[in-house]
């Protein structure tokens, strides 16, 4: 799931108003300097004479046998003079200058045809609105990440191994396929380094799209059996199978059934002929993944994911009650 072409013109005529708005002031500002200063109207109605002499000469010959002063030389006579006329009247020197939103591109998106910082940013800004993640990330990312919580040295590797393999997953993700599967106790972390991760993939320009399990699966049925409409039903599972990181978060807390599991393998197995990574977090045993879904959603998750288990005290609780063990 990328921009779509919709977004994507939407975006380009918001940069076709701002160039239009500044356009607009520049106009007004050098209405108001022709009025009060006649001298800068007369030097700026004066340059577009030159160009024609210059060609004219160029052309025809000067005619006179003396040399004339390069064009260049001339205009930046002129706009020097202009210059000190505003500065004499109690204005800026680039008053009249050109003022852009943003200077590095001039207003269009592109620097010799690369996208701008500022296009990344406006890009970036409409997939965290696609993406569900916006809110969460706030009281979800890397900067908030604490060990302080875990006792047990066992129960700590396992948690350090774990955010070991969500930066090796951020530092590989353009260049490489691969998928996460969190599962373990309440409250020891994975979600939140599902989120964390996420949030990551998503600042880099990636598409995200996250989704508790049971929003998942509520959103699908609710297409399939509810509303009927087919043609949202495909775009959304297309947004599904081709975004860039999807992330499914507490897998086992929706009402497992037949349409749940015939659904989460066809998820599992397209994202993975696309080559498209997924994160999953559950509390369910590999065990008990098993026996709720099938031996199918077990193998591919064995088989394409890295697993990382997560133990310990349920850190919410804690949190809850102000116990931080040090």
Same mark, same amino acid.
């Given at each position: 799931?990328?921009? /779509? %072409?919709?977004?994507?013109?939407?975006?380009?005529?918001?940069?076709?108003?701002?160039? $239009?708005?500044?356009?607009?002031?520049?106009?007004?500002?050098?209405?108001?300097?022709? !009025?009060? +200063? *006649?001298?800068?109207?007369?030097?700026?109605?004066?340059?577009? @004479?030159?160009?024609?002499?210059?060609?004219?000469?160029?052309?025809?010959?000067?005619?006179?046998?003396?040399?004339?002063?390069?064009?260049? !030389?001339?205009?930046?006579?002129?706009?020097?003079?202009?210059?000190?006329?505003?500065?004499?009247?109690?204005? *800026?020197?680039?008053?009249?200058?050109?003022?852009?939103?943003?200077?590095?591109?001039?207003?269009?998106?592109?620097?010799?045809?690369?996208?701008?910082?500022?296009?990344?940013?406006?890009?970036?800004?409409?997939?965290?609105?696609?993406?569900?993640?916006?809110?969460?990330?706030?009281?979800?990312?890397?900067?908030?990440? /604490? $060990? !302080?919580?875990?006792?047990?040295?066992?129960?700590?590797?396992?948690?350090?191994?774990? $955010?070991?393999?969500?930066?090796?997953?951020? #530092? #590989?993700?353009?260049? =490489? &396929?691969?998928?996460?599967?969190? &599962? =373990?106790?309440?409250?020891?972390?994975?979600?939140?380094?599902?989120?964390?991760? !996420?949030?990551?993939?998503?600042?880099?320009?990636?598409?995200?799209?996250?989704?508790?399990?049971? @929003?998942?699966?509520?959103?699908?049925?609710?297409?399939?059996?509810?509303?009927?409409?087919?043609?949202?039903?495909?775009?959304?599972?297309?947004?599904?199978?081709?975004?860039?990181?999807?992330?499914?978060?507490?897998? @086992?807390?929706?009402?497992?059934?037949?349409?749940?599991?015939?659904?989460?393998? @066809?998820?599992?197995?397209?994202?993975?002929? #696309?080559?498209?990574?997924?994160?999953?977090?559950?509390?369910?045993?590999?065990?008990?993944?098993? %026996?709720? &879904?099938?031996?199918? +959603?077990?193998?591919?998750?064995? &088989?394409?994911?890295?697993?990382?288990?997560?133990?310990?005290?349920?850190?919410?609780?804690?949190?809850?009650?102000?116990?931080?063990?040090?």
């Amino acid at each position: 799931m990328s921009l /779509s %072409n919709e977004q994507y013109n939407r975006l380009m005529l918001e940069y076709s108003r701002t160039r $239009e708005r500044h356009r607009q002031e520049l106009r007004q500002r050098k209405m108001v300097i022709y !009025a009060k +200063i *006649p001298e800068y109207q007369e030097l700026d109605e004066s340059i577009p @004479g030159m160009g024609t002499d210059a060609l004219r000469r160029k052309l025809f010959g000067a005619g006179t046998g003396h040399p004339e002063e390069p064009l260049s !030389a001339r205009l930046l006579s002129i706009r020097q003079k202009k210059r000190q006329l505003l500065v004499r009247y109690g204005y *800026p020197e680039d008053y009249l200058d050109p003022v852009y939103d943003c200077s590095d591109c001039r207003d269009t998106g592109y620097i010799d045809g690369v996208k701008c910082h500022c296009l990344r940013a406006r890009e970036i800004s409409l997939l965290y609105d696609q993406s569900h993640l916006k809110d969460l990330i706030q009281s979800n990312n890397f900067s908030l990440l /604490s $060990e !302080a919580f875990y006792e047990d040295p066992e129960d700590l590797a396992g948690f350090r191994r774990a $955010e070991q393999a969500c930066h090796e997953f951020i #530092n #590989n993700f353009s260049t =490489g &396929y691969e998928n996460l599967y969190f &599962y =373990g106790t309440v409250g020891t972390g994975k979600s939140f380094l599902s989120i964390c991760t !996420a949030g990551e993939i998503l600042n880099r320009g990636h598409s995200v799209l996250y989704f508790s399990a049971t @929003g998942l699966f509520d959103q699908l049925s609710g297409y399939v059996f509810g509303t009927g409409d087919r043609a949202a039903l495909e775009e959304f599972r297309s947004d599904l199978y081709t975004c860039d990181l999807l992330v499914i978060d507490d897998l @086992g807390t929706e009402m497992t059934n037949s349409f749940v599991t015939t659904n989460l393998f @066809g998820l599992i197995n397209e994202r993975d002929l #696309n080559r498209r990574a997924t994160i999953i977090s559950t509390n369910l045993s590999l065990g008990e993944l098993q %026996n709720r &879904y099938s031996d199918r +959603i077990l193998s591919r998750i064995t &088989y394409g994911y890295k697993i990382c288990k997560l133990t310990g005290p349920d850190i919410r609780i804690l949190k809850k009650t102000h116990i931080v063990r040090r």
